[in-house]
């Protein structure tokens, strides 16, 4: 099965450039990861100042382990500073049969 991580942040004008690099270190890095697919970052339209990370993974183990490392937790907590909010995360999956459920989901430890 796999998922989709939706990843959004506020970004102020003034620290956008240093987030960037942060944010392009992070998909860096998450590359190289067991079960990563593939991701992207979307700017809103409407609210500048807001941007959407959309990653692909294989299943919620390999999303886990990626999301609890020691490099993504230092950095999420270098953008969160500058950005002066946390993250926030929304998880979904493509669902199968009707008796296909996403058993052992509980949230995250981290973030």
Do not use: C
């Amino acid at each position: 099965m796999s998922l989709k991580v939706l990843i959004k942040r506020k970004v102020p004008p003034a620290m956008r450039d240093e987030i960037m690099n942060l944010i392009k270190e992070l998909r860096s890095r998450a590359t190289v990861q067991t079960g990563y697919i593939t991701g992207e970052t979307l700017q809103r339209l409407d609210e500048p100042d807001e941007f959407l990370v959309i990653s692909s993974w294989q299943n919620l183990d390999d999303w886990n382990k990626w999301m609890n490392s020691a490099i993504r937790t230092e950095i999420r907590q270098r953008i969160e500073i500058l950005a002066g909010a946390k993250e926030s995360y929304e998880v979904y999956y493509h669902p199968g049969p009707a008796s296909a459920t996403l058993s052992g989901f509980k949230g995250w430890e981290g973030g």
